[in-house]
């Protein structure tokens, strides 16, 4: 198997191309015509990209399509992972054990779960940019605007009935409202055991080739019957074939392709180290906690998982940043760029964004780093006290008119903070103090014992014992407890005695204090990059795409395979190869197959493709979005993008870059002669 | 299983404590006479004393002992584990399936090996304190001191061909000479299987109740056969029972109970938390590469076990140092000793030492963070790098008097060195090349790319190419070439085009310059606490035992069990335990047992001791030491001591904390019903 040896040179290759052939991650109003039809004579039509937007699902931070008109759902395992989490118990175990409902009628109910369905896209920049004026303070700015996207939503929102957001797309240089239908019942369908959908864990994620079934099927309902979706995805059962054009339509979470340089040697130089250090800390303290005993791993997997994701993810990005080549590159761009922005009299202005951007970068380094820690929550990892802390804000918040209360208080912000809230998702407390121990620990290295407010917050204790008194005192577990605090309002929350929300009073001024600091900061940055990005829209014309928001997106590529060192990786894995790859490390985990698999090998046909790779320009938050095919059908499931895909966040590469997905025929096989779901290949 | 969140309070109660009972890492010219006489009625003869001596082994930074006439010595497997791994091969894996010589004729000889035996002890402290003089600078004062060391070891040693080591004891306080006999062909014998010696790995490692069979046992040879060596330990087949008497003659490697206060809070807020941040971050990526293939696991096992039993030491010993309790508790120590300085004529002017000491922690933290990584060798974390900087230092160092080298370079220490310079020990280039990358990350984090010497050590790469072309450029991974090197001196250096020499060299000035100013100021804490120690003595008398220095002391304490919150903990564990703990994780390793002792469970007598607790005072460095009675028979071996021991660094307690061992019942049922070795049996 590959080392990561291996992995030779990429980085510079990738300097020194130009921009190329199946990068951007499209608007669907905004999509790429005349790219589509130049490079691959594929003619977009309205109707078509209208079906895929009406078929793609906001899945969490993921994505997701209807595949049949009574509202099923596919997605990634790992995308739905945290439902299945929900419903599974000691006894039964459905994560690991999967889960196919015998019929209809047997679907399982998640709890606390909405998926959106993206109806309609309106340009409002004019707006909100007549909101904010030259004349206004840096303050001023951001509670302008502020307020007037607040109306926009709340006024949407209340004329449609339709979840609402604005959302900034080209760093500011536009603002659109994005108009979603929300589904709220939804249930479980169809679940494959973990061994199949995270065949090989962590040391397989982002690499390639896979071998995983990392799927999972739920159904959305409305008034207790199936949903109707009458525009879903068709099956393709052949799939995709090596050298076809594909379409990806999911919701990319995050890119950094226009900052600046500035803004990624801060990165490079303090964000994804410090970010970096804390996933270690981090990953050792749940493994090693997770490793006692069995009950212990159940209960901290999840997120193990999640933060050896965020690991690999950030080292990759990190590498990519400290590559001279790389960063060389970018600042000759940039050069050239600002050359042509000093010369034009209407941008000349938009040019002088760059210094104060980098001016920001140090401003925003220097703010306080305890109460940075008090406000991103970093001091007090622990699921009670997030809740504590917005009983705390909520109280305070909601009297507040919509405009002027923090962001997450807000109408359009409203629902979903209280499904977070009242989530009745198993909280425990044995992890929870490891948690909190962990990170009041590394308060206590970040700000130092001496630190007055520190002593208040450590209360005479050592970590443990103080996040022991903290957690043992609480009484947020219950739902009630929540809720008439959050019902009695502050008067209620003033009135508690409560560990956890005595906690966060006793930091929220400094905190609060913090956020504002940090957001002026911000904003300065935000118009800065808001005149670059006027500018280079501007000057660029339809080859700019904005950054990922986590907003629906178009990608294309090509199926296709890819050369590392003097290996060529195929395009396609076959079941086949998964055997091998379990058998090679002799099935211990995370290469072990569960029963069923190990049983049913003889009746799968081991040269179906299972999971296969192309170019289309993806990350994080892309998971579990369909891949079609030029008719708009279904031809695979993106879970995953391989290593070296991951330094895309700053800049698209196609030379060894790939977007990893399931096979549609692979799916179908394993549905098939693995789990003999025949009613749910029946409504396919 | 108990969870982190049992350990209630211990911290606290730990403070409270007044000096007690079983304190003391007891010098053997030195012991604890009147203190065992008193409070067990047991008198130490000389007799008792050298026999115990010459039958204590010096096992790497481990311990060990004679087991019978004929140079059997008993060690912990994780003591002697190296040996195993260089025997080993992907094909036979002795370290996983063990080894039992089938007679003695048998044994494997172990490459680059040697035991130690403490011969005798002089105190040279006048001799020493006689070199440096008030007169002297800092810098003439280090290099006085050290050149007379120098001489008192190399006259030692020509005069009596005994390997000679000047111990610093009591911080300056004192000065021993310490004379081994060396063992350098040392044979395997037994091993059992990693399954049965390191059960519940990681997860149950400083944890009681254990179930670890960590025994290993070697042969020491002479002239081709085996050693006689009359003084050994008769092995003791009922073992300790509850509320004996026992003691533990091994070799503590460090403690810090005599640090100051400024030096504690130095550790707390700098010292273990870097570290920690580092041991996190190896931890994890080493693991993660481990994870992806068998091979790589095999490579990289012996290194993560060892990163892993630094990490769980460093944060428990942090965790005591940011207890508020226990560091009042110190704080009010040092005030009345203090006091009563200030107010003697004679010690008054060592209290100042307390504040000379405070400042070197600011200055040495003042140090040059870029050069100090250059020179621990941090920045390139790589076998082959170092050995690089050994053979150019070598070619600077060995051509001045013996005095004047670096230390590692002095006539004492020159076996050594060369020893490990000329090891045959594989070296995985893929291992080295993921070590570097990640060193080199660190280094860039650290330091800055846009340092002019991090972007030559660089080349303009990023960190993976970097270290990928240094590693597969190297040739220093064949002893030949390092053998020339060395015996071709610096002309030879100095004509090498190896990368990694050319690395060595492009660093080496500011890496010594650092040295040179760490040292200095490593000299002004040496000669304040020198006088402090040398004040406690003159007021403490035979109450004061010096820290430990991974030189043989003796302990003692008294075999019992101890009180977690509400759950009374047995002084010791049987078999039947080991099995249920295995069957109650389902068997998942590391709770997995071997086929041997899954076959064999039956002719096991189940309710033998397996493994017990005592409150003798240990540490890190005890491993492998004989636990002895009042006959001074072996009836245990220690191997760990309970995370609550860990704190024990920073001061003694027995509220909690155990020193844990193999029960010598248990290690001879096992050789008997799992391992048929009744030749060795009967031998010992």
């Known amino acids: ?88 118990t000691p006894e039964k175990d459905l994560l690991a054990g999967g889960f196919l409902a015998d019929s209809q009628a047997g679907e399982l109910k998640c709890p606390n779960t909405e998926l959106n369905v993206l109806v309609s896209i309106e340009d409002v920049t004019a707006q909100v940019n007549a909101a904010v004026t030259p004349q206004q303070s840096v303050e001023e700015a951001v509670a302008a605007r502020r307020k007037t996207i607040a109306a926009i939503e709340k006024k949407s929102q209340d004329e449609t009935g339709l979840k609402s957001n604005v959302v900034t797309l080209y760093q500011g240089g536009a603002y659109h409202l994005y108009r979603y239908k929300k589904y709220t019942d939804v249930r479980l369908v169809f679940a494959p055991d973990t061994f199949a959908a995270a065949f090989g864990g962590d040391p397989d994620n982002f690499e390639y080739p896979r071998f995983c079934l990392d799927m999972m099927i739920f159904r959305v309902y409305e008034d207790g019957k199936p949903a109707e979706t009458p525009d879903y995805l068709k099956w393709n059962a052949k799939g995709a074939q090596d050298g076809d054009l594909v379409f990806v339509a999911g919701h990319p979470g995050r890119t950094n392709r226009s900052n600046t340089l500035a803004e990624l040697e801060d990165m490079r130089d303090h964000g994804l180290p410090d970010r970096l250090a804390q996933t270690y800390r981090s990953e050792v303290i749940l493994s090693a906690w997770a490793a006692r005993d069995k009950e212990n791993h159940r209960r901290a997997i999840g997120m193990i998982t999640g933060v050896q994701n965020g690991r690999k993810n950030s080292q990759a990005r990190l590498e990519g940043l400290l590559d001279p080549a790389f960063m060389d590159h970018k600042a000759k761009d940039e050069q050239v760029f600002r050359a042509k922005l000093a010369k034009s009299p209407e941008w000349k202005s938009a040019g002088e964004g760059f210094a104060k951007i980098a001016q920001t970068q140090k401003d925003a380094d220097a703010l306080n780093d305890r109460d940075r820690m008090l406000e991103s929550g970093e001091a007090f990892s622990s699921t009670l006290y997030a809740k504590a802390r917005t009983l705390l804000r909520a109280g305070v918040e909601t009297p507040k008119p919509d405009g002027e209360r923090l962001r997450e208080f807000q109408s359009q912000a409203r629902a979903s903070m209280e499904l977070g809230l009242f989530s009745e998702e198993p909280v425990y407390k044995d992890l929870e103090v490891l948690r909190l121990t962990n990170s009041l ?87 800065a990059h808001q005149k670059i990005a006027q500018a280079q829209l501007a000057l660029g014309g339809d080859t700019i795409y904005p950054d990922a928001t986590g907003t629906l997106r178009l990608a294309y590529g090509v199926a296709k395979g890819y050369q590392s060192g003097k290996t060529v990786i195929p395009w396609t894995t076959t079941f086949s190869g998964l055997y091998e790859r379990s058998k090679h490390e002799d099935g211990a985990p995370p290469f072990d197959l569960s029963p069923v698999w190990r049983d049913q090998q003889k009746a799968l046909k081991l040269d179906t493709p299972f999971n296969f790779v192309s170019t289309a320009d993806i990350t994080g938050g892309n998971s579990g979005s369909p891949i079609v095919n030029r008719a708009g059908e279904l031809v695979g499931l993106v879970f995953d993008g391989n290593y070296e895909s991951l330094v895309m966040g700053f800049g698209y590469t196609e030379v060894q870059a790939r977007c990893v997905a399931v096979h549609s025929a692979g799916m179908l096989e394993a549905l098939k002669s693995i789990y003999h779901a025949d009613w749910l290949i029946q409504e396919i």
């Open 1 to 88: 198997m590959p080392g990561i040896s291996s992995r030779v040179g990429l980085l510079s290759l990738l300097a020194l191309l130009p921009a190329v052939a199946d990068e951007g991650m499209w608007l669907f109003n905004r999509p790429p015509v005349r790219q589509l039809e130049s490079q691959y004579g594929f003619k977009i039509e309205q109707s078509w990209m209208d079906h895929l937007q009406r078929s793609a699902v906001k899945f969490g931070g993921g994505s997701g399509s209807f595949v049949s008109s009574h509202g099923l759902v596919l997605t990634n395992h790992h995308v739905g992972r945290g439902q299945v989490e929900k419903l599974s």
């Open 441 to 527: 620990t590394l308060l206590c290295e970040k700000a130092g014992v001496a630190d007055p407010l520190v002593a208040q917050i450590m209360a005479g204790k050592a970590p443990h014992e103080r996040a022991l008194e903290l957690i043992e005192g609480t009484t947020l577990e219950k739902v009630e407890v929540r809720r008439a605090l959050y019902d009695g309002g502050s008067k209620a929350v003033d009135a508690s005695t409560d560990p956890l929300i005595l906690l966060a009073k006793l930091v929220d001024e400094p905190a609060r204090a913090f956020r504002k600091q940090s957001d002026a900061i911000g904003e300065v940055s935000v118009q």
